[in-house]
């Protein structure tokens, strides 16, 4: 009888995190992965893309950037 009123318990906690899950999903997952997707096509990123051939020369960058800034 416990363990029938404990499975009933855990069942109801999954479907109510379930159901939770598809309205979030719904409602903003689907625009999340959407904005993502599209920030990746995107050709204003102020970030250009880096090379790892060149990995001396954007730590270089970086180092110049964060001096003047102090």
Same mark, same amino acid.
């Given at each position: ?17 379930? +159901? @939770? ?8 997952? /689907?625009?999340? %992965? &959407? ?16 090379? +790892? @051939? ?8 970086? /180092?110049?950037? %964060? &001096?003047?800034?102090?």
């Amino acid at each position: 009888m416990v363990l029938a009123v404990a499975l009933f318990v855990f069942s109801a906690i999954l479907l109510v995190g379930f +159901i @939770g899950f598809y309205l979030w999903w719904k409602k903003y997952g /689907k625009e999340m %992965f &959407n904005m993502v997707k599209n920030m990746g096509n995107s050709s204003k990123l102020p970030i250009k893309p880096m090379n +790892i @051939g060149d990995i001396t020369k954007q730590m270089d960058e970086f /180092k110049k950037l %964060f &001096n003047k800034n102090r």
